[in-house]
């Protein structure tokens, strides 16, 4: 008596988890080393100021991050290879994005090497449909990657990343474990957030 005559749901079978490690090289060693890593002291006051940079971009704002493996928020960073500012974005890379160097160089000013940084990232995101091979590509060049995936027939980066140089092999799972660990963003919702903006999801 009471009862009704509806069947009970069928109990959801949860997602499996996606195994990162497999599909991103080292991820789940830097992952392990980035919890035991403190934010870097200018964080605290640039990632707010940088984050609607990222989000105006149509971007995902935990990718303001990037600047952490870049230049440990430092505007003022210098590679030994003539990369500089909080993206470590290089004279070529910034011209074309449309930055001055001279007299005043403008990748030393946070906003826009932010601003740049985000619109070549978003360019990167375009070109390779997924943010490993994006992430792959800001740090080796497009070009390169490009390359060795069709030389390789690939789609992903763990197909072409024994054959990207070792910065970049470990590039990719530090920066996507900074963003798991600083944001809570795993890779699968970086994915997410992005398709909110477009038709694709590949990873």
Known sequence: EGKSDTPPHPAVEP???????TLIPH??????????????AR???????????????????ALVWVAEIESSFNP???SPVG??????????????????LAPFDERL???????????????????????????AAYNAGPGRVARLLK????????????????ETRLYVP????????REGVTPDELADSSARTADYRRW
């Open 15 to 21: 997602a499996p988890a996606t195994n990162w490690a």
């Open 27 to 40: 991820y789940d060693v830097w992952l392990k080393r980035m919890r035991q890593r403190p934010p870097p």
């Open 43 to 61: 964080a605290a006051k640039l990632v707010p100021r940088l984050k609607p940079v990222f989000t105006q971009a149509s971007l995902p704002d």
């Open 76 to 78: 003022a960073a210098r």
């Open 83 to 100: 990369a500089r500012g909080l993206f470590q974005l290089m004279p070529g890379t910034a011209k074309d994005l449309g930055l001055r």
């Open 109 to 135: 000013d946070p906003l826009k090497n932010a601003h740049s940084a985000a619109r070549y990232l978003n360019r990167l995101h375009t070109r390779f449909q997924n943010w490993p091979l994006a992430l």
């Open 151 to 166: 030389e390789k027939q690939a789609k992903t980066f763990a197909e072409i990343a024994e054959v990207l140089p070792a």
């Open 174 to 181: 530090k920066v996507l474990a900074t963003l798991a660990v």
